[in-house]
């Protein structure tokens, strides 16, 4: 079953599409916010596609994310107890907030660095700092430094490997999808029962 060379083919193809890189914008404003899809699964296929443009790509996401980021910030700080709370127990983030909360006491702004380079939800952290009343200056700057390491390793890494990167990925995208997978069911496995 060639399930994740379809799921591929057709990102490469809508990453070509001409409003993508406006879609890209879009869904790194809105994930820092609250949107559940990261960023990086719109930029490693738009860059993949396109390896020429993968750091001005990366450039973007990176703006977008941290304009985002300060939204986030703002509605945390502004509208925790009457919409954001509401909303992380109704989509069942209440954990990973409490966590954050937690981090934020012991680690300060670091966490904002980890949470903003990591595959942890960088929007419990955007609205957390506001409702936290975090200094925004240093928030603001620990977001750009984040989200600009993620997103431009993303980026240099297509911009490196270029085309044959994009025929070699293809080559075993169903290998490393059912991986991905299983480690992530074993993961969740481990991380409930365990």
Avoid: N
Avoid at 31 to 53: C, G, N
């Amino acid at each position: 079953m060639k399930i994740f060379t379809k799921m591929y083919d057709a990102c490469m193809r809508w990453a070509r599409h001409k409003y993508a890189v406006y879609i890209l914008g879009l869904i790194s404003f809105i994930e820092s916010i609250f949107f559940p899809i990261p960023t990086a699964a719109m930029l490693a296929p738009m860059a993949l596609s396109t390896p020429h443009r993968a750091l001005s790509l990366a450039g973007l996401a990176t703006v977008t994310s941290v304009l985002g980021g300060i939204v986030g910030y703002l509605v945390g700080a502004f509208a925790f107890e009457s919409w954001v709370l509401p909303a992380i127990e109704k989509f069942g983030y209440l954990a990973t907030y409490e966590k954050a909360v937690v981090w934020f006491a012991d680690f300060g702004v670091w966490v904002v660095l980890i949470a903003g380079f990591s595959p942890v939800p960088y929007k419990i952290f955007t609205l957390t700092a506001g409702a936290l009343s975090m200094s925004f200056l240093p928030f603001v700057l620990a977001s750009i430094i984040a989200r600009a390491a993620q997103f431009y390793l993303i980026g240099g890494l297509v911009k490196w490997g270029g085309e044959p990167m994009q025929h070699k990925l293809r080559q075993y995208v169903d290998w490393i999808g059912w991986g991905f997978l299983i480690l992530a069911v074993i993961a969740y496995i481990i991380y409930k029962y365990v």
